[in-house]
């Protein structure tokens, strides 16, 4: 069965230094990785996917197949940055996605 | 463009009875899923419809039962309601039904189960 982990319940980092948030999954098929991220009295969305390799707000993330991770990075946090990133892991031929447990990020201005 | 929407928001039952959620989607896409939220944890897939029929569904009891209607919107129903029942659930939608793990979230019904 598929899981997804996030070590870390809260990470706090000061403005401007750099954050790294910790994913690390099992599935034995090739996966697909997401992050999420849910602002203060928003909804979750989409931040990345990893067949996208792209940089989204600064953000990225890279998949390590050898290790089972997909952290997300980001050289310089921001006092925007701070919500609750959830890293997501999709599988079966429909849209199940599992979801770790999330990580709450606290940008210290 | 509207946006995913859920009600009710909030709703309070007692052990056994039985409650209807109500999710609309984005315009224009014809998929969704719903997805139990407990406390500190993350999302769990509960099952997903897809032109009105479910195509996938996580490891929930029947007593977890959903429909989808001919405009895509949604129902979820649960029934015997237990107290581990209290969360937040949210529905979400997408277009079409492969795995492209791009979901757009509503903002979620919380039930307490007293």
């Known amino acids: 069965a598929q899981r997804v982990t996030q070590p870390e319940k809260l990470l706090s980092v000061f403005k401007g230094a750099p954050v790294e948030l910790k994913c690390n999954y099992s599935y034995s098929g090739s996966p697909e990785l997401f992050w999420y991220v849910q602002y203060s009295r928003q909804r979750l969305q989409l931040l990345l996917r990893?067949?996208s390799r792209e940089s989204i707000k600064g953000f990225t993330a890279d998949l390590n197949k050898g290790e089972t991770s997909f952290h997300l990075k980001k050289p310089f946090a921001q006092e925007e940055d701070s919500a609750m990133y959830y890293c997501a892991l999709i599988s079966g031929g429909y849209q199940k996605v599992t979801f770790g447990t999330g990580t709450k990020l606290q940008v210290i201005p | 463009e509207t946006g995913v929407t859920q009600s009710p928001t909030h709703l309070i039952k007692t052990r056994g009875q039985q409650v209807t959620l109500r999710c609309s989607s984005q315009?224009?896409?014809?998929?969704v899923s719903w997805y139990q939220q407990a406390l500190g944890q993350g999302p769990q897939f509960i099952f997903q419809?897809?032109?009105?029929?479910?195509?996938g569904r996580g490891n929930f009891p029947p007593r977890f039962s959903g429909l989808q209607f001919p405009n895509y919107s949604s129902e979820l129903n649960v029934n015997a309601l237990e107290l581990d029942d209290s969360a937040l659930y949210l529905c979400a939608s997408s277009l079409g039904r492969g795995p492209t793990g791009e979901l757009f979230f509503g903002e979620g019904s919380r039930l307490t189960v007293l």
């Open positions: 990893h067949i």
């Open positions: 419809y897809y032109r009105e029929e479910e195509n």
């Open positions: 315009s224009g896409h014809n998929t």
